[in-house]
T-cell receptor, first 118, second 109 residues
Framework: GAVVSQHPSRVICKSGTSVKIECRSLDFQATTMFWYRQFPKQSLMLMAT?????????EQGVEKDKFLINHASLTLSTLTVTSAHPEDSSFYIC??????????????FGPGTRLLVL | GQNIDQPTEMTATEGAIVQINCTYQ??????LFWYQQHAGEAPTFLSY??LDGLEEKGRFSSFLSRSKGYSYLLLKELQMKDSASYLC??????????WGAGTKLIIKP
């Protein structure tokens, strides 16, 4: 299957600092990537849809100035959590839509980044 | 509104069979996905159904009834490594995935 990598896998930072998370599609070109957040024992929450070469589409309630998304190439999308606070501590997961000819557009997920803000 | 319902938790015995149900109400339908998520890890794709019926893939099978807004994931010959959360997700008319909260499956020896 398609491989999506994510870096870093784990990060601890001080409150007020910014953290950048990278998401890469390793063996395919992804025009669309998704960023999710998952709190313990809860389901995935879509934060934004990232399209290569254009601005990301944010879900309601997600602050676009706080969660900066850049999809500069067909294989890389980045999420920057600016001025992170303890409530931003969560598991951040990216996924990439695998191009296909059919209706099915399976999303393959990166391994996730666990962010802890002290 | 859009809604995906699945049981919060299920328990089964190693070697047995378990069925995890999922019901949905969405604006449009472009397929239903099942993902497996082990604790602390990202989801991995298991199956996709867009037509009614049963799709079998090894020990795992997934069933869909569009008229009933219902799907199930069937796991046979359960192994301890199958202990995980199973997420049901429906692709709506805008090709957006709507996620269920997941079913935590506990396998006992």
């Amino acid at each position: 299957g398609a491989v999506v990598s994510q870096h870093p896998s784990r990060v601890i930072c001080k409150s007020g600092t910014s953290v950048k998370i990278e998401c890469r599609s390793l063996d395919f070109q992804a025009t669309t990537m998704f960023w999710y957040r998952q709190f313990p024992k809860q389901s995935l929450m879509l934060m934004a849809t990232s399209n290569e070469g254009s601005k990301a589409t944010y879900e309601q309630g997600v602050e676009k100035d706080k969660f900066l998304i850049n999809h500069a190439s067909l294989t890389l999308s980045t999420l920057t959590v600016t001025s992170a606070h303890p409530e931003d501590s969560s598991f951040y997961i990216c996924s990439a839509k695998v191009p296909s000819l059919g209706v099915q557009e399976t999303q393959y997920f990166g391994p996730g980044t666990r962010l802890l803000v002290l | 509104g859009q809604n995906i319902d699945q049981p919060t938790e299920m328990t089964a015995t190693e070697g047995a069979i378990v069925q995890i149900n999922c019901t949905y109400q969405t604006s449009g339908f472009n397929g239903l996905f099942w993902y497996q998520q082990h604790a602390g890890e990202a989801p991995t794709f298991l199956s996709y159904n867009v037509l009614d019926g049963l799709e079998e893939k090894g020990r795992f099978s997934s069933f869909l009834s569009r008229s009933k807004g219902y799907s199930y994931l069937l796991l046979k010959e359960l192994q301890m490594k199958d202990s995980a959360s199973y997420l049901c997700a429906v692709m709506d008319s805008n090709y957006q995935l709507i996620w269920g909260a997941g079913t935590k499956l506990i396998i006992k020896p």
